[in-house]
């Protein structure tokens, strides 16, 4: 008996075989002589990320370290409530969640781009209560009588994809995925850096308060000396007025500080995915920074690897180069092969007997003659894609190198603003002591003493800003080093995985 295949291609007569066939070897050459659009090329080139010069402010701060942020870098302000804020962002975060339903997206796209390079079989069956006709090609006993008509087939359907536009077409969909999972962790490291980012303010927003109620104490106080003066006769009524005048706006500020206050703490809660009442629990920062600060030796190459933005640019680019492949693919011939077999009768007791099969093949041959410069614009449309996801990986690539090199300068500056303004608060809280000590002597009055204390109040919030600007300016380094895990052995781990599923 022979096997279903078998069946399929002894449908085909002899002839028509042999002139498929010749067809089939008449249409191979074509594929290495079809000249393709001339003029119709990628221009653009990726930059190569060792070429790039980063800069002596980066050179300085590799040299002799082996430096990589770490994938809980936020840790290195030593505060748990940052730590559990933080966790609980990235668990609960509405847009990181949309961000991981693009990735099962694109892996699902992708692993239906599979098909095509698969055989494809369908089953059908066809039961038909059937009234005959007389004047048809139906004879006795069926003409004029109602019969069942019955037929179930099963068929196959294969495209050889002789020139590689499917395979190409799930490069590009596997590459695809591996853009989404970088855009994924650059959603993930964005929301850790804003977290990181509100909490800083937060806690600087506390050190501001504790000013502005010393400082308004401070101008209570001199108003009060100021009325006291004027009653013994000491004072006129303008000082008493210029004392007056500081006190209003000393509330208002206080006042606006603690606005501030409730309001960094209601956005850190719905950047954790919680309400605002969450944004109640949070209590007062106590961040505290000492740590090494330090860049990857491998910079920029390092990057590539490592910023999701980055990565994210050059798989664009890969799907976008494999697109291509695909609109080339379409000036060749194409090849692919049908066939069914199955059963077909009148009735059912003869239904599934050997003279009730039936069975055809119908090898199919497609070329492109003319089509109007259809081919060739979508060839265009698609090197011009590639053109652009190519550019885009070099502007990101570059602002990255620069974001680095602009946090360093940063983070360098600061350090020397830093020591400067401790230095000038030590020299006004040393004033403040040598008035306050003359003030006990009766050497000076007391506004003398309110005055110098009004210069460590200043000082101080000098301080507490250029400490705050540190505190950002080493998240946004870290977040420009691309935060810890690296973006492309996660990627290149799901992809791996996608490509294994059948």
Wanted: charged share 20%; aromatic share 6%; proline share 5%.
């Amino acid at each position: 008996m022979k096997s279903p295949l078998e069946i399929l291609f002894s449908a085909i007569h002899k002839p028509a075989l042999t002139l498929f066939l010749a067809l089939m070897a008449a249409t191979m050459p074509l594929g290495g002589c079809a000249r393709l659009p001339i003029g119709i090329s990628p221009k653009a080139h990726m930059i190569n990320a060792d070429t790039l010069n980063a800069g002596s402010t980066i050179r300085e701060t590799a040299t002799g370290k082996d430096f990589q942020p770490t994938t809980d870098w936020w840790r290195a302000y030593a505060d748990p409530q940052l730590d559990r804020l933080v966790e609980e962002a990235t668990a609960g975060n509405p847009s990181l969640r949309i961000a991981q339903a693009l990735v099962a997206r694109a892996q699902f796209l992708a692993a239906g781009a599979k098909a095509p390079l698969m055989p494809e079989i369908n089953a059908s069956a066809v039961f038909t209560r059937e009234q005959f006709s007389e004047n048809h090609f139906y004879r006795s006993p069926y003409a004029g009588d109602t019969y069942w008509n019955n037929q179930a087939t099963l068929d196959l359907f294969y495209d050889l994809d002789l020139w590689g536009k499917n395979r190409a077409a799930l490069a590009s969909a596997l590459d695809t995925v591996l853009v989404a999972t970088a855009e994924a962790r650059k959603v993930e490291l964005g929301l850790q850096t804003a977290v990181v980012r509100t909490y800083i303010s937060l806690s600087l927003h506390y050190i501001l308060r504790d000013i502005a109620k010393t400082t308004l104490r401070q101008r209570e106080e001199i108003l009060s000396i100021t009325e006291k003066r004027l009653a013994a006769g000491l004072a006129t009524e303008i000082e008493r007025s210029q004392a007056e005048t500081p006190v209003p706006a000393a509330h208002a500020e206080l006042e606006r500080i603690e606005e501030t206050i409730v309001l960094l703490c209601t956005q850190l809660s719905t950047l954790t995915g919680k309400g605002p009442g969450d944004g109640e629990k949070i209590l007062r920062p106590v961040l505290s920074l000492h740590t090494t600060i330090g860049v990857p030796s491998s910079l920029p190459a390092d990057l590539v690897g490592r910023r999701p933005d980055v990565a994210a640019q050059r798989w664009r680019a890969e799907a976008e180069a494999e697109n291509i492949k695909v609109a080339k693919a379409a000036f060749y011939p194409n090849i692919n092969i049908a066939a069914f077999i199955g059963w077909q009768a009148i009735g059912f007791s003869k239904f599934f007997s050997g003279t009730s099969l039936t069975h055809g093949i119908s090898p199919a041959l497609s070329l492109p003659i003319f089509e109007g410069s259809r081919l060739r614009s979508q060839l265009g449309a698609t090197t011009a894609d590639y053109d652009m996801a190519v550019e885009a990986y070099n502007l990101t690539l570059l602002q990255a190198l620069q974001e680095i090199s602009n946090e360093l300068v940063t983070l360098r500056s600061l350090d020397k603003q830093r020591n400067e303004a401790i230095r000038a608060e030590n020299l006004a809280e040393n004033a403040y002591g040598i008035a306050l000590r003359g003030y006990h002597s009766g050497l000076t009055d007391y506004l003398s003493v309110l005055n110098a204390q009004n210069q460590t109040l200043v000082e101080a919030t000098r301080t507490a800003q250029i400490e705050a600007r540190r505190h950002e300016a080493y998240a946004l380094l870290m977040q420009a080093l691309g935060g810890g895990t690296p973006v492309d052995a996660a990627s290149l781990s799901a992809k791996t995985a996608l490509t294994d599923k059948p």
